[in-house]
């Protein structure tokens, strides 16, 4: 992995289309691609991590013009990749957000976040939304090889539920015939460790990034091949009635354990 330091004109976007699945009013990355190198996500198709060595300064001048809100820290890339232990960017920027009373809501895979409790904390309204793919290590080590062990996620949910941070689940992407018959685990143990939500969506397949996964699929088991051909289509997202399908599952799942499928 190759890391370069780069300076940017600007940090960050306001979402101009309401944001009805993770609720927020503007968005930032403090580092642009992901070295955790998931086969699903288009954040790893690049090789090269671009760190925003003036995020902090265009957050100081910048949160200054917009009005108070929440903004959602790692829309795209993860914020809490392994650089993060040497640049504590994401932290910095948090501090900021903290003392011009802004809320956040931060989404990662990563464990590091636990490490920013002591800011998050004080953070007003302050959500933390961690994804799990899958609770099968096998088949987190195919997809996901470099982000932290399915359990060490949930672990992050109940540390982060024990200090009182508002803490929920993605099961994002959800990987068709692979992860299905993990719905209700996932959704269970996700409770059982203090998660007050559970949010989903269906896996999106485009450009060099659907090669990579399918790629990585014929190695997984060439037999699905033939079903997602069949699922997809000429399209980058599942047939719609397979969405459905999935949607009442995992509805059915938030219900029976008491989860609201919204932040």
Same mark, same amino acid.
Do not use: W
């Given at each position: 992995?190759?890391?370069?330091?780069?300076?940017?004109?600007?940090?960050?976007?306001?979402?101009?289309?309401?944001?009805?699945?993770?609720?927020?009013?503007?968005?930032?990355?403090?580092?642009?691609?992901?070295?955790?190198?998931?086969?699903?996500?288009?954040?790893?198709?690049?090789?090269?991590?671009?760190?925003?060595?003036?995020?902090?300064?265009?957050?100081?001048?910048?949160?200054?013009?917009?009005?108070?809100?929440?903004?959602?820290?790692?829309?795209?890339?993860?914020?809490?990749?392994?650089?993060?232990?040497?640049?504590?960017?994401?932290?910095?920027?948090? &501090?900021?957000?903290?003392?011009?009373n802004f809320s956040c809501h931060i989404l990662t895979k990563s464990n590091l976040v636990l490490?920013?409790?002591?800011?998050?904390?004080?953070?007003?309204?302050?959500?933390?939304?961690?994804?799990?793919?899958?609770?099968?290590?096998?088949?987190?080590?195919?997809?996901?090889?470099?982000?932290?062990?399915?359990?060490?996620?949930?672990?992050?949910?109940?540390?982060?539920?024990?200090?009182?941070?508002?803490?929920?689940?993605?099961?994002?992407?959800?990987?068709?015939?692979?992860?299905?018959?993990?719905?209700?685990?996932?959704?269970?143990?996700?409770? &059982?460790?203090?998660?007050?939500?559970?949010?989903?969506k269906h896996l999106e397949l485009k450009g060099d990034q659907k090669s990579i996964f399918l790629?990585?699929?014929?190695?997984?088991?060439?037999?699905?091949?033939?079903?997602?051909?069949?699922?997809?289509?000429?399209?980058?997202?599942?047939?719609?009635?397979y969405i459905l399908k999935i949607n009442d599952m995992i509805t059915k799942y938030c219900k &029976?354990?008491?989860?609201?499928?919204?932040?």
């Open positions: 992995m190759l890391y370069k330091h780069v300076k940017y004109d600007s940090l960050i976007t306001k979402i101009t289309n309401k944001d009805l699945l993770f609720i927020g009013d503007y968005t930032l990355d403090p580092y642009q691609n992901c070295e955790f190198g998931c086969k699903y996500c288009d954040s790893a198709l690049d090789e090269i991590i671009y760190i925003k060595t003036n995020a902090v300064q265009l957050l100081e001048e910048e949160i200054k013009k917009i009005e108070e809100g929440t903004i959602i820290v790692g829309s795209v890339h993860d914020p809490y990749q392994e650089i993060e232990k040497k640049c504590e960017i994401t932290r910095s920027l948090l &501090k900021i957000i903290k003392q011009h490490r920013d409790i002591d800011i998050l904390s004080k953070i007003n309204n302050c959500v933390v939304t961690i994804s799990i793919t899958t609770l099968n290590e096998s088949i987190s080590n195919v997809f996901e090889m470099n982000v932290p062990l399915p359990t060490k996620r949930l672990q992050i949910i109940k540390k982060l539920s024990e200090n009182n941070i508002k803490t929920g689940l993605a099961v994002m992407p959800v990987l068709p015939f692979i992860v299905e018959g993990e719905f209700e685990k996932i959704i269970k143990v996700a409770s &059982k460790n203090g998660a007050e939500y559970v949010l989903h790629k990585t699929l014929e190695k997984f088991n060439p037999n699905l091949m033939d079903k997602y051909v069949e699922l997809y289509g000429d399209s980058y997202i599942p047939d719609q009635a &029976k354990y008491g989860l609201p499928m919204e932040i």
